[in-house]
Structures are given as C-alpha cells and as structure tokens.
C-alpha cells in the first residue's frame, strides 16, 4: 500500500485539552470536529490498521492513537449463540465517550501528553514564558525526531497551495514512492490556529518543522480540488475519511510519489 499514514490534526488555541467537555455533543470549542477527525482517520470495517497513526494537538496537548485503539472503543458486549463475541460499534458518542473514560491513560493504541501543571496557570502560558502554540511545536519537534529518514509530509490546505492532490496523483501514478511514512497534515474546524488561520504565521511554523527534519522537497501544500485556485472547504472528518480510504486502496503512495518527484 506504500508509506504507512500519520495524520496530524492541529488546533493551536490557548486551551489545549481543558477546551474539551462532553457537554452539547462536545461542540464547545469545536471538539466535536475534532474528534470525529481522529476517529475517521484511523476507523475501518472490521479489524481497524494498526499501522496507522493520528495525532491530536490542541494547545500544549497532544494524544497520539493508532489502530490498536480498536480494542478500548469496541469492547465485547455479549456473545452470539455459536460463541462468537459481539463488538459495542465504533460510533462517534461512543469514541468521545471512550477517550472521555480513559482521559490521561495510556493504553494499547492511545498515548497522552497533558502539561497537567502548567494548565494552572492564569495566563495560559507554559514554563519558561513557553506559550501555548511554541509548546506545541516542541511537542512537534519530539514527534518528528521519531520519522523514519525516509518519510513525505502533505498540508491539506486551500489557499496558495503547491499543486492539487489529483495532478501529484498522476505524476506518481508510475512511480514507487520511496518514503515510509507520510504524514498528512490538517486543521480543525477553525483552522491550524483556532482562529480561521487569519494569520499565518502558525501554519507557517507548523510548516517549518516538517521542513527542517524532512527537506523542502518532501513537504507540499496541496488542494484536494480539481485546480489550485478553485477554493472548497472541506471539514477535517471528511479529508480524514477520504485520505483513509486512499491509503486502504493503495492511492496514497502515488500521491506520495508525485510530491518526491
């Protein structure tokens, strides 16, 4: 299927995990966004990948899940009469309440980075006079010191991108991708920042963080339109759901392909 996929889904804000609250279906601070994002990116029929990986980083928080997170959402809840187990099915309240019950815990699957004692503090701000979003790319920088040497980053975007997903898809179309992971980069429902990415100068940080560990040729700004300046906004579950299904029929690596190229 070619480079195994990390998505990587961003929600720069002040608050990090302490915006997050199960009340009104988890749409304070648009986490219900952002959970039905993670939870499509690594979601299947039948036996979930456990080589897939997401990455969830709000504020000076991250959780990092992988496929093997399939055994803490669908727990056996009886067994059929030939003795076969029954699985609880994978729906979002289900995911948000499998997260919720298990805030803070690792398990096979799920690991948290919570900055538990700086949240304290009344300014939001982290030791060291780190801010919220310079403490996110730290995290980021620790994330990205794990790649494999040969890895490909994509930043779902919009707005002055490098070329669309259809065109690196035929330019890859004959072509072995020489990464092994590819990490797809994605905002939440306002955006890489929380604020719409009015300024972008975070986006362009995130960027830069890919680029210094993967080079500039294996970093690429891309529009899922047919053209670069056709504009369409997509939300982050519904990209996360058609890179999934990508990946699981074997197009991703094209894609891939067309941005070493």
Not at 95 to 123: C, Q
């Amino acid at each position: 299927r070619g480079p195994t996929p990390h998505f990587v889904i961003f929600q720069g804000d002040e608050l990090g995990f302490s915006g997050w609250s199960m009340q009104e279906g988890s749409r304070r601070n648009r986490w219900d966004t952002l959970l039905d994002a993670m939870l499509k990116c690594v979601m299947m029929d039948g036996q979930w990948q456990p080589e897939v990986r997401a990455s969830l980083f709000a504020g000076a928080d991250a959780v990092h899940v992988t496929g093997a997170v399939q055994s803490l959402v669908m727990q056996v809840v009886g067994f059929k009469p030939d003795g076969r187990p029954m699985y609880a099915p994978a729906t979002v309240h289900s995911w948000e309440e499998a997260l919720w019950r298990n805030f803070g815990t690792d398990h096979a699957g799920i690991t948290w980075e919570l900055d538990r004692v700086d949240r304290d503090l009344p300014d939001g701000r982290r030791t060291r006079g780190e801010t919220c979003q310079e403490r996110l790319l730290r995290r980021l920088d620790d994330l990205l010191s794990k790649a494999p040497a040969e890895a490909a980053a994509i930043a779902l975007d919009y707005r002055n991108v490098d070329s669309t997903y259809e065109r690196l898809k035929v330019r890859g179309q004959s072509k072995e991708p020489r990464s092994d992971r590819v990490y797809l980069l994605l905002g939440g429902a306002h955006g890489f920042d929380g604020k719409n990415d009015s300024d972008s100068s975070f986006f362009e940080a995130v960027l830069k963080c890919f680029v210094n560990r993967l080079g500039r040729t294996r970093v690429a700004r891309v529009n899922l339109c047919e053209e670069p300046e056709d504009v369409a906004k997509f939300t982050a579950a519904k990209v996360a759901a058609f890179l999934s299904v990508e990946y699981a029929r074997g197009m991703l690596g094209r894609v891939v392909a067309g941005v070493e190229d």
